[in-house]
């Protein structure tokens, strides 16, 4: 499975991927293709009306998650790091507490390497974009490895 993006539709699995907004599915290779879609409605269709259960309870428990990420909260990223965004991800659309855009602040992530926007792209970079996630990520993992 590559994304929980598909629903039920009178009991048939039905995949409507945030990869393929903006066109069919079907008409690309890759994350859009026929192909990938059956594969990723055959693997929700095995678990029947369970198919959700997973990605809801990340919902049903937001405020244990917060609760137990509190440790972390106002930490910096101190390791290196790459940050890749597809320009039609909602991410890009929230504001920093500076009132901008900026995906990623410095006094975040003191470390960072690369900011990619994606034009284009939505939320699964690395399905919808797979040869520019690894363009980017070559040089710096370069870098790291000297």
Do not use: K
Not at 71 to 86: D, K, N, S, T, W
Request: aromatic letters at 6%; hydrophobic letters at 35%.
């Amino acid at each position: 499975m590559v994304c929980g993006c598909t629903s039920q539709s009178r009991g048939r699995a039905r995949s409507f991927c945030c990869s393929t907004v903006g066109r069919r599915a079907g008409t690309r290779g890759g994350t859009g293709s026929r192909r990938h879609v059956q594969a990723r409605a055959a693997d929700f269709a095995l678990h029947g009306d369970r198919a959700f259960t997973g990605p809801l309870n990340w919902y049903r428990n937001i405020e244990r998650n917060s609760e137990l990420l509190a440790a972390f909260r106002g930490r910096a990223v101190e390791v290196p790091a790459l940050y890749i965004v597809g320009d039609r991800d909602l991410v890009m659309a929230m504001r920093g507490p500076d009132g901008t855009r900026t995906p990623v602040r410095r006094e975040v992530a003191p470390h960072l390497r690369a900011q990619v926007v994606l034009p284009g792209c939505g939320h699964w970079t690395r399905q919808e974009r797979p040869a520019e996630v690894n363009a980017a990520l070559g040089p710096v993992m370069e870098v790291l490895a000297e």
